[in-house]
């Protein structure tokens, strides 16, 4: 089953220096952190701030050549985890033709602000994340969420390159 997700916010992890993109479930209180590299983490930022580049970004780019071939982004899934890495689709339409491509969840998330589709998680990921949580090292994981769910707004726009 797959549950609707918000990026409810973009910082750098305390702890390892690292971005990290902040899902929530929209109708539940599940949060799933993803970690991003540096660059994906910009380009995630500069669509939530609404950042207008001279010339396009690589994301800018394949959102204008799928709009430019006319097919639908209907949404992305953060699908699966494995070896502690994020894996996700972007399902796409065209011409009644439905199919999926796979791709890194920081990509799937900055195309899908770009063109301001729906996202989701699998269940299983959120609950396999929790389950990674609880078997790797207890004091920071608990540290985490705490911080993690104790976030401010104010908190969650923090994010500067």
């Given at each position: 089953m797959?549950?609707?997700v918000k990026i409810r916010g973009l910082m750098m992890d305390p702890v390892t220096n690292m971005p990290v993109v902040v899902l929530k479930e929209t109708q539940g209180s599940g949060i799933l952190p993803i970690w991003v590299g540096?660059?994906?983490a910009n380009a995630i930022a500069?669509?939530?701030?609404?950042v207008q580049t001279p010339r396009p970004m690589t994301h800018d780019l394949l959102k204008?050549?799928?709009n430019g071939l006319n097919v639908h982004v209907q949404k992305v899934v953060v699908s699966d985890l494995r070896d502690d890495t994020f894996y996700?689709?972007?399902w796409m339409e065209r011409d009644g033709h439905t199919m999926s491509?796979?791709?890194r969840p920081s990509d799937a998330l900055a195309l899908a602000l770009r063109l301001d589709c729906p996202i989701y998680v699998?269940?299983?990921?959120?609950k396999n994340s929790k389950m990674a949580t609880t078997i790797s090292d207890k004091s920071s994981s608990d540290e985490l969420r705490r911080w993690l769910e104790n976030l401010s707004d104010e908190d969650l726009g923090r994010y500067k390159m």
């Amino acid at each position: 089953m797959e549950l609707e997700v918000k990026i409810r916010g973009l910082m750098m992890d305390p702890v390892t220096n690292m971005p990290v993109v902040v899902l929530k479930e929209t109708q539940g209180s599940g949060i799933l952190p993803i970690w991003v590299g540096v660059y994906e983490a910009n380009a995630i930022a500069l669509e939530i701030e609404k950042v207008q580049t001279p010339r396009p970004m690589t994301h800018d780019l394949l959102k204008n050549v799928l709009n430019g071939l006319n097919v639908h982004v209907q949404k992305v899934v953060v699908s699966d985890l494995r070896d502690d890495t994020f894996y996700a689709l972007i399902w796409m339409e065209r011409d009644g033709h439905t199919m999926s491509m796979d791709s890194r969840p920081s990509d799937a998330l900055a195309l899908a602000l770009r063109l301001d589709c729906p996202i989701y998680v699998d269940d299983q990921v959120l609950k396999n994340s929790k389950m990674a949580t609880t078997i790797s090292d207890k004091s920071s994981s608990d540290e985490l969420r705490r911080w993690l769910e104790n976030l401010s707004d104010e908190d969650l726009g923090r994010y500067k390159m």
